[in-house]
C-alpha cells in the first residue's frame, strides 16, 4: 500500500470523490481503490499475510473439528479444569485490553479533553473488536454454542454473575457498535445516520462507564464461586471485583498505545496529520492516566494481602510467584511510564505498554488457570487448543487491520462529514 | 447564615432517621434472604467406620442411571490404585459415585470413602448457573436440566466438591452429568436412592437430615473415641444432604476442610449488592462529572451571549 499510495495520489482513499469528480462505489472503497491484480500484488508482497494463511491453514480445521468431534478433541479442558486457554485468554484476557472504548469515550465526550480526540476512534474500535472476538472465544468454549441467547430470553438466573457479564456484554457491544458507526456512516456517506447517533453520544457514553464497571468487575467476582480453588493470594473475595476493574484500566490505555504504535510504524500511509502529530502527546497522556491506575491497583493489591491476612503466602514459592507478577506485570511497566512520561521518552512508554498488556494476560491466566486448583495438579493446554486461540487472535487481528484501511479512524474524513 | 442552619438541621434530621431506622430494624428482615434448606429435605448419613469398599453402590448407581459399562467390572479392586494426576478417582460423565481407598497411618486398615453429590442446602452450581438450570427440591436433591444448559461449566468452578461432569467427548449433545439423588425414580416417592438400598453394611443411613444428623450425633456420643466430633457436611458451605462420620481427621480421607461454613453464594453477594447501586449512581455521577468538566465552556457561552446582546444595545443607542 505504501507503494501505491506514492504513485497514486488518490489513493489511500479520504473523499466520496475520485479525481476526475465521480464518486467511489463502496466496491471499490472495499478494494481500496486498487484494481483486483494490484490488490492481490500488495497481499502478496506481505509476508505477515502468509504468516496468516500458515496459522489459518492448520486452525480452520481445528475449529472444525472442534465442532464435531466436541471439546475433548482440541482442548484438555477436564472436570477439574473446566475453564481453559479459550476463556482464560479469549475472555478473561481480551475484554480488560477492551476497555480502552469507554477510557477514551469518557476522557473525550465526558470530560471534554477533545486534545484527545484523535486517538478517540482508534479506542473506540479496539473496544468494539475485543469485545466482539471475546464473544467469539465464547462461542468456541460453550458446550451448546448454539443456545448463547438462552440467558437472555429463554431461560433467565439474574442472581448469577454470569448472568451480569452476559447481559452487560451484550448491551455494551451494542453501545460499542452505535458509537463506532459514524465512522461507517461517514465511509459509506450517510451523513443522517451519523447525526441521529451524535445526540444520543454522551447517553452512550455514561452507558459505557456503567456497564464496563460492572462486567469488568464481575469477571472478576466470577472467581468468587471458588473460593477453595483459586490461590488466596490471586483471590480476594471482597476486592476481586475492583482489582479486575482497576487493572482494566491501564490494560485498556496499553492496548491503544500498542495498536497505535503499529499503526504509525507499518500503517503510516493510512494516517493523516492530526493522528500522526498528535500521537506523542496522547501516548504521553495515556501512559499518565495508566499509571495512576497502576499505582491504584499495587495499592489495592496490597490492600487485600492485608485484609485477608495472607501474609504469610508470600513467603512460600507462590508469594515469590506473585512478586513476581506484580513486579514485571504493573511495577516494571509503571516505572518505564514514569521515566517516559517525565523525560519525553515516547519510545519507552511504547515498549512499557507492551509489558503491561502482556503482564494482564498473565494475570488472568494465573487467576483462571495457573494459580487455579493449587492444591491439585497443573493443567497445560493441548497444542491444539493454542493453536486455536492464535487462529482466532490472527482473526481479530486481520478484522482490525482490515477496518483501520478503509474506515476512517485514524484520518479525518475529507469529504462531507 | 440562613441557610447554613438549614442545611444543618437537614444533616441532624438525616442522622436522626439513620439512627432510627438502624434501631428500629425488624430482625426477621434480612438483606438478600437467608435460606436454611427444606424443613424435610431428605439426607444420608455416610459412615466411614462401617464402609468397606465393595463397591455395590458403585454398581446400583451405574444400573439405576443407565451409565455406560465401565472398563472393569465392580469386583475388580485394583481400581482403588489407579491415579489420574496424581489424584484419586472422581466422579465423571460415566460415573456419578465413586469410592476411593485412603490409607490412613494411624489405624491399622485402610478407609474407603463414597463421593457424589452432595446435595447442598444452597448450592454453588444452582446459584451460579445464570440458565437456571438447576433446582434444589423440597425432597433435597439438586437436579439439573438439560434443557437449558448452555454448558457454560460455571457450575463445576463454582462446586466445592468438583462434583459436576460435563460431556467433553460429546459435539452436539454435551451436557451436565451428576448425581441427582435419584429424584426421578425413587427420591420423589420418597424411596432411598439405589447405592444406600445396595449397601450392604449399612454404611449409608436414608432419611430426613435433621434425624440422619440427629443420629450421627448420637453415634458420635455413644461410642466415645470413635469418631472425630463432628459431622461433615452439618455446616460445610451452608449444610449438605449428604454428611460424613469419619473415625480419622477428615482431611485424611480426602474431604476439604477449609471450607467456609457460608454458602459458596455468600462469597460473592459483596459484588451482587454493589450492583444495583452502580448502576442508580453512575448516570448522575458521572452525568455531573460532564458538567463540571465542561463549566468553563458553558460560561464562556453565557459571556459570549451577554456581549453580543450588550453589543446590540449600544448599537441601538
Given at each position: 500500500m505504501k507503494l501505491f499510495s506514492k504513485e497514486r495520489p488518490e489513493i489511500p482513499i479520504v473523499n466520496h470523490l475520485k479525481e476526475d469528480g465521480t464518486e467511489w462505489t463502496i466496491k471499490e472503497k472495499l478494494w481500496l481503490g486498487l484494481s483486483v491484480s494490484e490488490y492481490k500484488k500488495q497481499f502478496i508482497r506481505n509476508p505477515v499475510n502468509w504468516l496468516m494463511v500458515f496459522i489459518f491453514a492448520i486452525g480452520v480445521p481445528l475449529i472444525i473439528g472442534r465442532y464435531i468431534f466436541g471439546l475433548g478433541w482440541v482442548t484438555h479442558a477436564s472436570n477439574?479444569?473446566?475453564?481453559?486457554?479459550?476463556?482464560?485468554?479469549?475472555?478473561?484476557?481480551?475484554?480488560?485490553?477492551?476497555?480502552?472504548?469507554?477510557?477514551?469515550?469518557?476522557?473525550?465526550e465526558l470530560f471534554g479533553r477533545k486534545d484527545f480526540h484523535s486517538i478517540e476512534r482508534l479506542a473506540l474500535l479496539n473496544g468494539l473488536l475485543g469485545y466482539f472476538f471475546a464473544v467469539l472465544f465464547l462461542e468456541v468454549d460453550l458446550g451448546m454454542w448454539w443456545r448463547l441467547p438462552y440467558p437472555m430470553f429463554v431461560s433467565l438466573g439474574p442472581a448469577a454473575v454470569l448472568f451480569l457479564v452476559a447481559w452487560h456484554v451484550a448491551t455494551y457491544l451494542s453501545v460499542q457498535i452505535a458509537e463506532v458507526l459514524p465512522s461507517f456512516f461517514e465511509w459509506i456517506g450517510w451523513l443522517k445516520g451519523k447525526r441521529a447517533i451524535r445526540k444520543w453520544v454522551l447517553g452512550l457514553t455514561v452507558a459505557g462507564i456503567i456497564l464496563s464497571t460492572l462486567h469488568q468487575g464481575a469477571l472478576g467476582a466470577l472467581f468468587c464461586y471458588a473460593p477453595g480453588k483459586v490461590h488466596p493470594l490471586w483471590l480476594s473475595v471482597n476486592f476481586q471485583w475492583l482489582h479486575f476493574f482497576c487493572s482494566s484500566i491501564f490494560a485498556g490505555l496499553s492496548m491503544v498505545i500498542i495498536a497505535s504504535t503499529l499503526i504509525k510504524n507499518f500503517m503510516a500511509w493510512r494516517c493523516d496529520d492530526e493522528f500522526l502529530d498528535n500521537l506523542d502527546y496522547v501516548t504521553i497522556g495515556m501512559a499518565k492516566g495508566a499509571s495512576l491506575a497502576m499505582i491504584t491497583y499495587l495499592c489495592i493489591k496490597i490492600v487485600a494481602v492485608a485484609h485477608d491476612q495472607e501474609w504469610s503466602y508470600l513467603l512460600t514459592g507462590w508469594g515469590t510467584y506473585y512478586f513476581l507478577e506484580l513486579g514485571i506485570a504493573v511495577v516494571l511497566p509503571m516505572c518505564m511510564f514514569a521515566v517516559g512520561i517525565r523525560k519525553h521518552y515516547v519510545t519507552l512508554i511504547r515498549f512499557g505498554a507492551f509489558i503491561a498488556a502482556f503482564g494482564i494476560i498473565w494475570n488472568r491466566l494465573n487467576t483462571s488457570l495457573i494459580c487455579f486448583n493449587w492444591q491439585m495438579y497443573q493443567d497445560i493446554p493441548h497444542w491444539k487448543e493454542v493453536w486455536i486461540t492464535i487462529t482466532l487472535y490472527s482473526l481479530y487481528f486481520l478484522t482490525y487491520r482490515f477496518i483501520v484501511y478503509r474506515m476512517p479512524i485514524v484520518y479525518e474524513w475529507k469529504g462531507e462529514r | 447564615m440562613n441557610k447554613l442552619l438549614n442545611r444543618r438541621n437537614f444533616l441532624k434530621g438525616g442522622l436522626a432517621t439513620t439512627a432510627a431506622a438502624a434501631v428500629l430494624k425488624n430482625s426477621d428482615t434480612q438483606a438478600a434472604g437467608h435460606f436454611d434448606g427444606y424443613p424435610d429435605s431428605m439426607g444420608v448419613l455416610v459412615d466411614l467406620t462401617r464402609c468397606v469398599g465393595c463397591r455395590s453402590c458403585e454398581a446400583a448407581c451405574n444400573k439405576e442411571q443407565q451409565l455406560p459399562e465401565p472398563a472393569k467390572p465392580y469386583d475388580d479392586f485394583s481400581v482403588f490404585d489407579e491415579m489420574h494426576h496424581g489424584q484419586k478417582r472422581r466422579t465423571d460423565e460415566t460415573r456419578y459415585t465413586v469410592v476411593n481407598r485412603y490409607d490412613v497411618p494411624e489405624i491399622d486398615h485402610p478407609l474407603f470413602r463414597k463421593i457424589q453429590c452432595n446435595h447442598c442446602a444452597e448450592p454453588a452450581c444452582l446459584t451460579s448457573c445464570f440458565v437456571n438450570a438447576y433446582t434444589k427440591t423440597p425432597e433435597g436433591a439438586v437436579i439439573y436440566n438439560p434443557k437449558v444448559c448452555v454448558g457454560c461449566r460455571?457450575?463445576?468452578?463454582?462446586?466445592?466438591?468438583?462434583?459436576?461432569?460435563?460431556?467433553?467427548?460429546?459435539?452436539?449433545?454435551?451436557?451436565?452429568?451428576?448425581?441427582?439423588?435419584?429424584?426421578?425414580?425413587?427420591?420423589?416417592?420418597?424411596?432411598?436412592?439405589?447405592?444406600?438400598?445396595?449397601?450392604p453394611q449399612e454404611a449409608l443411613t436414608f432419611g430426613k437430615r435433621t434425624e440422619v444428623l440427629e443420629m450421627g450425633k448420637q453415634r458420635i456420643r455413644m461410642t466415645p473415641g470413635k469418631y472425630v466430633n463432628h459431622v461433615y457436611g452439618e455446616h460445610e458451605v451452608g449444610g449438605t444432604a449428604w454428611m460424613y462420620l469419619s473415625s480419622v481427621p477428615f482431611d485424611?480421607?480426602?474431604?476439604?476442610?477449609?471450607?467456609?461454613?457460608?454458602?459458596?453464594?455468600?462469597?460473592?453477594?459483596?459484588?451482587?449488592?454493589?450492583?444495583?447501586?452502580v448502576l442508580t449512581i453512575w448516570p448522575g455521577l458521572f452525568v455531573g462529572f460532564h458538567l463540571l468538566a465542561t463549566r468553563k465552556d458553558k460560561i464562556k457561552e453565557l459571556e459570549d451571549a451577554k456581549n453580543k446582546k450588550n453589543d446590540e444595545k449600544e448599537e441601538q443607542v
Open positions: 477439574d479444569y473446566p475453564w481453559g486457554l479459550f476463556l482464560g485468554f479469549g475472555l478473561f484476557g481480551m475484554v480488560p485490553l477492551s476497555a480502552s472504548g469507554f477510557m477514551l469515550g469518557t476522557t473525550v | 460455571n457450575c463445576m468452578i463454582a462446586c466445592p466438591f468438583y462434583i459436576p461432569t460435563f460431556k467433553f467427548s460429546h459435539a452436539f449433545t454435551p451436557r451436565i452429568m451428576k448425581c441427582i439423588f435419584c429424584y426421578d425414580t425413587r427420591l420423589k416417592d420418597g424411596k432411598a436412592p439405589a447405592c444406600v438400598e445396595a449397601c485424611k480421607v480426602g474431604l476439604d476442610t477449609h471450607l467456609p461454613n457460608e454458602p459458596i453464594i455468600y462469597s460473592v453477594k459483596d459484588f451482587l449488592a454493589m450492583v444495583p447501586m
